[in-house]
């Protein structure tokens, strides 16, 4: 009977982080308009002694840690592909919510107005969150495997945190500009925001983002070593990291 213990290997890892990073993009928009504030034990400049910033973070930090991994396993123009597809996704994902809205409610539904208020992105999330993630990840997969060429395959740490560190950069600069400073007033926030809470928007956001780039390392050497050993070799040599 011929072993097919490989190839299931293969096509569920393959499947269980395009299904990791989509489940946390799609996330992602639906918890981007909170605002979420963490306290720190001392205190830093511009956040002070606390990180504020968009509750989508979390959930958007580890579509970096998934599109990275599907990087080094399968390739630049494999990642293209899943960044492409997660942007129907997400495209997708607000029709469902759209027309779940619409649809009219029973007298034993929830509240149709909260229920429209805690599920539907407003112009400045879904603007925002869409023109952030379109360039960030593209950026993400170019400097990825750039700094593989460099490196000759060498150092998964070093093109793992340096493609998060620069793309996520990116991302919360467009996000937060655009989300908090260019449309406020879609968020029910009103007046605009001052330049301080909006760089601590950023910066908060961004710290947070860079720290989960740092621990996740480990989990990114854990899961390409893992799925490498049941056959997922990526088509182009690899050198000792």
Not at 16 to 42: E, R, S, Y
Not at 75 to 96: C, D, E, H, Q
Not at 148 to 173: F, K
Request: proline fraction near 5%; aromatic fraction near 12%.
């Amino acid at each position: 009977m011929t072993d097919r213990r490989p190839e299931s290997a293969l096509a569920t890892g393959q499947l269980a982080i395009a299904g990791l990073f989509v489940t946390a993009l799609v996330t992602a928009q639906l918890t981007a308009a909170k605002v979420l504030a963490f306290g720190l034990p001392f205190s830093l400049p511009i956040t002070e002694d606390a990180l504020v910033l968009p509750g989508a973070a979390l959930a958007y930090a580890l579509t970096f840690f998934a599109s990275d991994c599907y990087s080094e396993l399968y390739g630049r123009r494999a990642a293209t592909r899943l960044v492409n597809v997660g942007l129907v996704m997400n495209f997708v994902m607000l029709a469902l919510v759209w027309s779940t809205i619409q649809a009219p409610a029973a007298q034993s539904s929830v509240d149709p107005a909260m229920f429209e208020t805690v599920l539907s992105a407003s112009t400045p999330i879904v603007v925002g969150s869409l023109l952030a993630y379109v360039v960030s990840q593209n950026w993400d997969v170019f400097v990825f495997h750039e700094i593989r060429e460099l490196t000759d395959g060498a150092h998964l740490w070093a093109r793992n945190i340096g493609s998060t560190a620069s793309s996520q950069a990116i991302d919360t600069v467009i996000f937060v500009s655009i989300a908090f400073f260019v449309f406020p007033q879609y968020l029910g926030i009103g007046a605009k925001l001052p330049g301080s809470v909006i760089l601590s928007l950023i910066v908060g956001q961004y710290i947070f983002k860079l720290l989960i780039a740092f621990f996740d390392t480990p989990f990114v050497y854990a899961v390409v070593g893992y799925l490498r050993s049941q056959g997922h070799a990526p088509s182009y040599s690899t050198a000792a990291d």
